[in-house]
């Protein structure tokens, strides 16, 4: 029962560089999310899914890209590293909203960018 | 604009000694409200959704409480594995997320 998985847990990326984190999810869930947290922050959604193939973005959806091609995955890309995305990255997934059905987090990636 | 705000930012009790924390709301229309737990190094774990004005919900030493402005987390007789930060989120109606507070860090001293 491992419910969501992120990898990896953490990750140094110099500037300028690129990484994908990943997340999987073994609940049949459609819906899956990415949130950021900074400390004293509260989580922010970056981009969210509600279907494979279907994507939308969050409040803080800059610098960042997503792709959904099956209902168990859904990587973040990040492209072009800057500082101000060293933060700790979670992947959630739920059932539709009119299932009343609560998020599903992941254990997060605590990514650093110097 | 929707907003959640969550005090105390942080919390010290003594073991056993009770206490409440507070979330409170200002949003367009609420559809839910939702009560996490997390522990450091570690994903927020769901507690409960309260959905109407009035509603309660219990776990354990855990009762959640809403009213059309605000809930409350009361906490009886807690124990030092209750130490953790206790998240709150909205889900506004029509919306395809949860909106979060920025969390209520509460340590339980023995």
């Known amino acids: 029962n491992a419910g969501v998985t992120q990898t990896p847990k953490f990750r140094i990326l110099k500037i300028g560089q690129s990484m994908t984190l990943q997340c999987t999810q073994d609940?049949?869930?459609?819906?899956m999310y990415w949130y950021r947290q900074d400390p004293g922050m509260g989580l922010k959604l970056i981009y969210y899914?509600?279907?494979?193939?279907?994507?939308d973005k969050g409040e803080v959806p800059n610098g960042y890209n997503v792709s959904r091609s099956t209902t168990e995955d859904f990587p973040l890309r990040l492209e072009l590293a800057a500082p101000s995305q060293t933060s700790v990255y979670f992947c959630?997934?739920?059932?539709?909203?009119?299932?009343?059905?609560?998020?599903?987090f992941g254990n997060g990636t605590r990514l650093t960018v110097t | 604009e929707d907003q959640v705000t969550q005090s105390p930012e942080a919390l010290r009790l003594q073991e056993g000694e009770s206490s409440s924390l507070n979330c409170s709301y200002t949003?367009?229309?609420?559809?839910?409200l939702f009560w996490y737990r997390q522990d450091p190094g570690k994903g927020p774990e769901f507690l409960f959704t309260?959905?109407?004005a009035g509603e309660e919900k219990e776990k354990e030493r855990l009762k959640a409480t809403l009213t059309k402005k605000e809930s409350f987390l009361h906490i009886t007789a807690p124990k030092p594995e209750d130490s953790a930060t206790y998240l709150c989120?909205?889900?506004?109606?029509?919306?395809?997320?949860?909106?979060f507070g920025t969390g209520t860090r509460l340590t339980v001293i023995p």
């Open positions: 989120a909205v889900q506004v109606t029509g919306a395809n997320n949860l909106f």
């Open positions: 959630a997934s739920s059932l539709p909203w009119n299932y009343n059905s609560p998020l599903h």
């Open positions: 609940m049949n869930h459609n819906y």
């Open positions: 899914s509600v279907g494979a193939g279907i994507t």
């Open positions: 949003v367009s229309g609420l559809r839910g």
């Open positions: 309260l959905y109407s």
